[in-house]
């Protein structure tokens, strides 16, 4: 019996990579989070109609840092991930095609109310961030 306690501790050490750290990059729960808080900010910025709810903004926000670090994630490794140019210029292309699969164009400010309005409609994790004015 005491032969097997040291093998199985060897055994779950030695299968760590299974709970290794992906990178922020493949961490599909904070991406989507983060594309939601980037989408409903550009929708905010160009709709003069549609505000952000900053405090729940602010909540969610928190809420995502703390689940990057419960994955195992230090707060240098999240704002790292942040500030990385190329990771804010892959989601800048996914909001991008997402704003355009969805009818809105930055010469109609009214398109991005139209989507806002939706979003707020559907209960999105998006429209949960907005407020209609």
Do not use: H, W
Request: with cysteine; glycine share 6%; net charge positive.
């Amino acid at each position: 019996m005491r032969a097997i306690i040291p093998v199985t501790l060897c055994a779950v050490l030695a299968a760590g990579p299974v709970f290794a750290k992906t990178g922020l990059s493949q961490e599909k729960s904070i991406n989507d989070g983060l594309f939601a808080l980037a989408v409903a900010n550009e929708i905010r910025d160009y709709c003069p109609t549609i505000s952000a709810r900053l405090f729940k903004a602010y909540s969610f926000m928190r809420a995502l840092k703390r689940s990057a670090n419960e994955l195992g994630y230090a707060d240098n490794e999240i704002e790292a991930y942040i500030e990385n140019d190329d990771e804010k210029a892959k989601m800048r292309a996914r909001g991008e095609a997402y704003l355009k699969q969805n009818g809105v164009s930055y010469d109609d400010p009214q398109s991005f109310c139209t989507l806002g309005r939706a979003e707020i409609q559907k209960t999105s994790q998006i429209g949960a961030l907005l407020r209609a004015k």
